[in-house]
């Protein structure tokens, strides 16, 4: 078991239905109210959830985990906040492999943080930094994970829930305070001894790490291996020929998977 949470969840803000938490929890964040390190914020229904690539994030009501964590990670630089990213990824495939009936390989995070169980987006991540200077003002973190939902909209490439993996109900609240314990932990991780070895541990469990497979850099089709993540968090790309390639978030696509950062 994990010690009880330490920053995250220090405060819950519990909704029962908003446009999106992310903007809840910013908005809470720009009008100057005090708000503690850890603030949850949950919606029972988040009615119009925002994902990555401005594509909306749907989630069937009083189903899923939708929630925000309000951070101020003072300790990293604008440079490094991919850090936080990789922290809050672990966190949730931790949390993931113990509480499916999954092997280690099955839970895997799909750069840059996708969670996927096997070839199916399981969680969708969105985290949005405040910065100013040198400085990350804060950060809010979203987390969609679908839990107990067992049907979705045709127009999603590849979704899954944690019912589908394992047949189970899950009790959220329960459940959110389990993630919640996971999250604090790789984040307290990452404050306390920095990011190489976070660095290791998250490129070790990426989709399709050191596997040749099938990619598209803008249009151009290419197979290649990844081979790791730099230190802006471009994915580092080795192709057939050995020449290797940093891409970015815009220009790199999962070939047969071009449409699952909405699901
Ligand atoms: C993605 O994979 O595209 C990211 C999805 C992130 C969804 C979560 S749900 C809670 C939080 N509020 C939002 O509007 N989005 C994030």
């Given at each position: 078991m994990l010690p009880d949470s330490l920053i995250?969840?220090?405060a819950k803000i519990k909704l029962d239905a908003i446009g999106s938490?992310?903007?809840f929890a910013r908005d809470l964040l720009t009008k100057g109210d005090e708000i503690l390190e850890g603030t949850v914020v949950i919606a029972e229904n988040q009615q119009t959830g925002r994902g990555q690539r401005g594509n909306s994030w749907v989630s069937e009501a009083g189903m899923n985990l939708?929630?925000?964590?309000?951070?101020?990670p003072k300790f990293l630089s604008p440079s490094d906040q991919f850090e936080l990213s990789k922290a809050i990824s672990l966190g949730i495939i931790n949390y993931l492999r113990d509480v499916l009936p999954v092997n280690m390989t099955g839970v895997r995070i799909k750069w840059p943080n996708d969670i996927y169980v096997g070839?199916?987006?399981i969680c969708g991540i969105l985290i949005e930094n405040a910065i100013s200077g040198s400085k990350i003002l804060h950060a809010v973190v979203g987390i969609?994970?679908?839990?107990?939902q067992d049907h979705f909209e045709k127009s999603l490439a590849n979704p899954t829930s944690m019912k589908l993996v394992s047949g189970e109900h899950f009790e959220l609240e329960h459940q959110l305070s389990c993630l919640l314990g996971y999250l604090d932990r790789s984040y307290v991780e990452l404050r306390n001894r920095g990011s190489q070895k976070l660095n290791n541990n998250y490129v070790k469990n990426?989709?399709?790490y050191k596997e040749l497979a099938q990619f598209k850099i803008g249009n151009q089709p290419i197979q290649a291996t990844i081979i790791g993540v730099d230190g802006s968090g471009k994915l580092i790309l080795e192709k057939e020929n050995k020449e290797q390639m940093h891409a970015d978030f815009q220009e790199v696509k999962f070939v047969n998977f071009a449409n699952d950062n909405k699901a």
């Open positions: 995250f969840g220090s938490t992310n903007d939708t929630f925000s964590v309000v951070l101020f070839n199916e987006k969609g994970l679908n839990v107990n990426l989709y399709r």
